[in-house]
């Protein structure tokens, strides 16, 4: 849109960097309140974090090693009237 450009820095600078998956990223999924992003890596085994995007906080207490993941191809949020899961 014309006029746009000049609301934009010359130089964007990220509200926050995720540095907790060290691989490329090959899936995103939004939770659909936008509360919670899920991202995973098909390129090393059990690759999948969840981030609280309000605080940006990466949960470290999920997954664990004993996480059962393996090679995260997909990822989907699937919510029923009170309770929202993750799709693996």
Known sequence: ????ARFL???PVPEKI???LTTKID???FSPDSQ???MSSTMKKDSLRLVHLPSYTV???WPTSKTPLHFVSSLAF???SHTC???I
């Open 18 to 20: 995720l540095m907790n």
């Open 9 to 11: 820095p010359a130089t």
């Open 59 to 61: 949960f470290s207490n």
């Open 36 to 38: 919670i992003l899920a």
């Open 27 to 29: 899936s995103l999924a």
């Open 78 to 80: 699937r919510c029923s």
């Open 85 to 87: 899961f993750y799709v």
């Open 1 to 4: 849109r014309a006029g746009t």
